[in-house]
């Protein structure tokens, strides 16, 4: 199974915000999931071999596809945050990830890891809507915060890399 490519209606102005798609406003940029299948990109913990990669990739139902979307990730007690950039902000604010499909039950327990519990609520981070920034007809969820709560920034768009610095 390929990709859920085109299935959105992001127009390139930002991310969607979950509160936006439960409260019924017609964003016309993005949250339309065909028969139940989340597209989901994911630069952290979440990544193949690292230490949450198990609540994911038995569960993927594609392939993971290599992306980038833009913002910028800073340290949080060992795992990254991802801050959303403007879609007009350089290439060079830009974060490194994967994306892949997972089916509802999936998006929940990740949700669940996340400490999403939904729109409106205290959440530790969000889960928004985005496209990848160099391939526009790519777009899922992921899960953001919407800033940096005095964390400092990580060196680098690839978490691996970043997390062996010292």
């Known amino acids: 199974m390929g990709m859920n490519r085109g299935t959105d209606r992001n127009d ?5 915000r979950c ?4 409260a019924g406003k017609d964003t016309n940029r993005g949250g339309i999931v065909p028969n139940g299948i989340h597209p989901i990109f994911v630069y952290g913990s979440l990544l193949p071999g690292l230490e949450n990669a198990h609540y994911l990739w038995p569960y993927a139902l594609s392939e993971p596809v290599p992306g980038t979307v833009r913002g910028r990730l800073v340290e949080a007690d060992g795992y990254p945050a991802l801050l959303l950039a403007p879609w007009s902000a350089p290439p060079e604010s830009s974060v490194r ?4 499909q997972v089916d509802r039950d999936t998006l929940r ?4 890891l996340e400490d999403f519990f939904g729109a409106e609520e205290m959440n530790d981070y969000d889960r928004v809507w985005v496209r990848d920034a160099n391939q526009v007809d790519l777009a899922g969820w992921t899960y953001v915060w919407p800033n940096a709560r005095g964390r400092p920034a990580v060196s680098g768009d690839w978490w ?5 610095r010292p």
């Open 12 to 16: 390139g102005k930002g991310p969607v």
């Open 19 to 22: 509160a936006d798609l439960y």
């Open 97 to 100: 990830g994967l994306w892949t």
């Open 109 to 112: 327990e990740l949700d669940r």
């Open 160 to 164: 691996p890399d970043a997390r062996r």
